[in-house]
């Protein structure tokens, strides 16, 4: 088992900036790939950004630019710095961890979720 915690969410101005954190305890954090996901009021859970074993990432394009993921292993913990921070990114934040090696998009390719931090940009 993994157990994930979000914080630093919050309310911020559009242009503005946030930084994600997402703490992981349980199994060796290392050889987990790590994504984060939001999902905004009446909306489908879409991906954000994944980043591998190895330190690999990848972006959806509605992000890619403005924010970047990183982990650091012996903290066990993985981030998301969100920059130019848009209203359209309004959204709780999800921390997901799963079990392998390739970056996934699809969030039932994750193993373990946190309970998500609330984003809110005013315009």
């Known amino acids: 088992q993994v157990q994930l915690v979000e914080s630093g969410g919050g309310l911020v101005q559009a242009g503005g900036s946030l930084r994600l954190s997402c703490a992981a305890s349980?199994?060796?954090?290392?050889?987990?790939?790590m994504g984060w996901f939001r999902q905004a009021p009446g909306k489908e859970r879409e991906f954000v950004a994944a980043?591998?074993?190895?330190?690999?990432?990848y972006y959806s394009d509605s992000v890619k630019g403005r924010f970047t993921i990183s982990r650091d292993n012996p903290k066990n913990t993985v981030y998301l710095q969100m920059n130019s921070l848009k209203p359209e990114d309004t959204a709780v934040y999800y921390c997901?961890?799963?079990?392998?090696?390739?970056?996934?998009?699809?969030?039932?390719?994750?193993?373990?979720w946190g309970q998500g931090t609330q984003v809110t940009v005013s315009s």
């Open positions: 997901a961890a799963r079990g392998g090696i390739t970056i996934q998009l699809g969030q039932y390719a994750y193993d373990y």
């Open positions: 349980g199994r060796t954090f290392s050889n987990y790939a």
């Open positions: 980043i591998n074993r190895s330190g690999d990432t």
